[in-house]
T-cell receptor, first 112, second 111 residues
């Protein structure tokens, strides 16, 4: 069965370190998204991609970057982790606008 | 820009009670509308959707009708169960934009 997987599921890192969260989907979807979930804020869009070599900034993109070198993967990099980036991160993919998005299980990141 | 507003929670109900979670949206044109559900410790999964005005989405006893005149997509269920306890998110999607979510409403159902 097709799926979308995130790794790691949990990570603790120190302030100032570079961190990369992986997202891999086997749906062959063109669209991929990264969100962060924080209490009182719901899900906020960080970055998204509509295809290989395409990336776009979302609502809360400062301090984050993504690259899309193939259809299956959209890794999220925190260039220099800050305590404000402690959150639960969700990756999602969809085949197109107006279609169902499939979510990964999430990565809980703690920056100490 | 586009936005989604849903009622603040938490919502606490007894089993078999009627549920309504309000959702309104702001968008130009005709977005697609969704309700997603998140069970504890899990990612989000699609509950139901509607892609044009007056469409009714339904799944697992939940329903929502796309009302363009009131820009609303309220979620309803006639008789909730303990297993419905979760966080519910209203969302919209439109051509050229990513999926945008409301802040979520936590539902707690007791037996």
């Amino acid at each position: 069965d097709a799926e979308i997987t995130q790794s790691p599921r949990h990570k603790i890192t120190e302030t100032g370190r570079q961190v990369t969260l992986a997202c891999h989907q086997t749906w062959n979807h063109n669209n991929m998204f990264w969100y962060r979930q924080d209490l009182g804020h719901g899900l906020r869009l960080i970055h998204y991609s509509y295809g290989v070599q395409d990336t776009n900034k979302g609502e809360v993109s400062d301090g984050y970057s993504v690259s899309r070198s193939n259809t299956e993967d959209l890794p999220l990099t925190l260039e220099s982790a800050a305590s404000s980036q402690t959150s639960v991160y969700f990756c999602a993919s969809s085949s197109g606008t107006g279609t169902e998005a499939f979510f990964g299980q999430g990565t809980r990141l703690t920056v100490v | 820009g586009n936005s989604v507003t849903q009622m603040e929670g938490p919502v606490t109900l007894s089993e078999e009670a009627f549920l309504t979670i309000n959702c309104t949206y702001t968008a130009t044109g005709y977005p697609s509308l969704f309700w997603y559900v998140q069970y504890p410790g899990e990612g989000l999964q699609l509950l139901l959707k509607a892609t044009k005005a007056d469409d009714k989405g339904s799944n697992k006893g939940f329903e929502a009708t796309y009302r363009k005149e009131t820009t609303s997509f309220h979620l309803e269920k006639g008789s909730v169960q303990v297993s419905d306890s979760a966080v519910y998110f209203c969302a919209l999607s439109q051509a050229g934009t990513a999926l945008i979510f409301g802040k979520g409403t936590t539902l707690s159902v007791s037996s």
